[in-house]
């Protein structure tokens, strides 16, 4: 049988995991953060998906972070700015040679995790499956995407890629996941900010097209310095494309300031700002961007770390 699938954040992806898992008969088992939230998920009876208006219901086993079962491969699907907190809290329970795959927007916390617990394999992740809650333990699939995985550490692919198969979860394993990571930040950087500055949907930036031109130029560069040339290739062309392919939905970062959320700014915009410090490569435009972010998150109460 295969080795259970623990999964460590019960928000949109994690969730969405976790049912196709179960419903392919893989061995599931939930880590919620406190005995009350384990306590509300088993009064609720299990996650429930909802897909074309279906919905299934799994009773997935769940368990709290203090648990004593030791732990093989954990899927870590909770946001960039917890995930080196969360796995530290459960640090003590991976296996040797533990596995786990990091689902985390941006960059920069899958090397604060992976400085976290050097001993286990860390696989980073990027999704473009779309996901949204409407209720606690509810999950509904709102789109068909794609997933990438791969480990710059070790180009070996795991064998556990047969059950993502099995359950219908699309992927592709890659050697060049920092390409794609890269090249997903730098989509968010164009996109994300204007639309909260702006206060708009994403089809709102065509009116912006000088701007968005400007911040696709720098962000290119700042690839280009980065090693990630393949990332830099016809950015602006792709940045323009999803903006008209997604004109009616609101950003990720959008929906956080508008409901009270903390944004992940720190491993976005913030990751590549400070990469273009490091480079020594000034980035005027991105860096005032960055400056109108954080007083805009200030102001709205919120931070902007």
């Not at 086993?61 to 907190?85: F, G, H, N, S």
């Not at 499956?129 to 699939?141: I, K, S, Y």
């Not at 950003?251 to 959320?261: K, P």
Request: net charge neutral; charged share 20%.
């Amino acid at each position: 049988m295969s080795s259970t699938w623990h999964i460590l954040g019960a928000g949109s992806l994690g969730s969405l995991w976790a049912c196709r898992l179960a419903r392919a008969g893989k061995p599931v088992r939930l880590i919620l953060r406190s005995p009350q939230r384990l306590q509300d998920y088993t009064e609720a009876g299990g996650l429930t998906l909802v897909e074309q208006e279906r919905r299934t219901s799994f009773a997935i086993p769940a368990e709290t972070l203090d648990a004593e079962t030791p732990i093989q491969r954990l899927l870590l699907a909770c946001k960039a700015y917890d995930a080196d907190k969360a796995v530290a809290s459960i640090a003590h329970r991976l296996a040797p040679g533990a596995e786990l795959i990091l689902l985390q927007n941006g960059l920069g916390s899958q090397d604060e995790v992976a400085a976290r617990v050097p001993r286990a394999r860390c696989i980073f992740a990027s999704s473009t499956e779309g996901a949204f809650r409407e209720h606690d333990w509810q999950v509904n699939f709102a789109g068909h995407g794609f997933n990438w995985l791969g480990d710059p550490a070790n180009p070996l692919a795991p064998t556990w890629l047969d059950d993502l198969a099995e359950a219908g979860i699309p992927h592709e394993w890659t050697p060049d996941i920092l390409t794609r990571l890269w090249r997903k930040l730098a989509l968010n950087c164009a996109i994300n900010p204007l639309t909260v500055l702006y206060d708009c949907r994403n089809g709102g930036l065509t009116g912006h097209r000088c701007e968005v031109a400007t911040l696709c130029a720098e962000l290119a560069d700042l690839l280009q310095r980065c090693g990630q040339p393949q990332a830099a290739e016809n950015l602006e062309n792709e940045v323009q494309r999803v903006i008209q392919a997604t004109a009616a939905n609101y950003s990720s970062m959008y929906q956080d300031v508008r409901n009270g959320r903390r944004t992940e700014i720190h491993y976005l915009l913030g990751h590549a700002c400070r990469s273009a410090m490091r480079h020594g490569q000034p980035l005027p435009h991105l860096e005032r961007l960055y400056r109108r972010l954080v007083e805009h998150l200030n102001s709205h109460g919120l931070p902007s770390d």
